[in-house]
Nanobody, 119 residues
Framework: QVRLVESGGGLVQAGGSLRLSCAASGSIFSINDMGWYRQGPGKQRELVADISRRGATNYARSVKGRFTISRDNAKNTVYLQMNDLKPEETAVYYC?????????????WGQGTQVTVSS
C-alpha cells in the first residue's frame, strides 16, 4: 500500500504561481512513476505531468514551459511548480503514484488539493 498526501493548493490570481507537494509513504520501494492530474468543474481528470524514478518527465501540452515537475527520491516527494497560472486551470489537483508489485501495476491517488485561479 502507498499513501499520498498533497499540500500547497490555494487561491492565486491569474499569472501567479503555486507549488504543490506530494509525500509518499508505505510501500515506497514499489513506486515507479509519479505524477499530477487535475479535474476541473464538469471536466474529466487529465494528466498534467509525470516523472519517472530516474527523472524523465512528461507534460501536457497546455502546461509546457510554465509547469515543472520534480522528484526527491530521498524524501519520497514529488513537486509541481506552477507558474503563470490561468483561470481555466482551476481544478482539484491529484497526486498519482504507479506501483509495480510481482508484475502487477497499481495506481494510488492522493485526496486532492484545490487550486483556484482568479481572473
Amino acid at each position: 500500500q502507498v499513501r499520498l498526501v498533497e499540500s500547497g493548493g490555494g487561491l492565486v490570481q491569474a499569472g501567479g504561481s503555486l507549488r504543490l507537494s506530494c509525500a509518499a509513504s508505505g510501500s515506497i520501494f514499489s513506486i515507479n512513476d509519479m505524477g499530477w492530474y487535475r479535474q476541473g468543474p464538469g471536466k474529466q481528470r487529465e494528466l498534467v505531468a509525470d516523472i519517472s524514478r530516474r527523472g524523465a518527465t512528461n507534460y501536457a501540452r497546455s502546461v509546457k514551459g510554465r509547469f515543472t515537475i520534480s522528484r526527491d527520491n530521498a524524501k519520497n516527494t514529488v513537486y509541481l511548480q506552477m507558474n503563470d497560472l490561468k483561470p481555466e486551470e482551476t481544478a482539484v489537483y491529484y497526486c498519482n503514484a504507479k506501483s509495480v508489485v510481482s508484475g502487477d501495476e497499481w495506481d494510488y491517488w492522493g485526496q486532492g488539493t484545490q487550486v483556484t485561479v482568479s481572473s
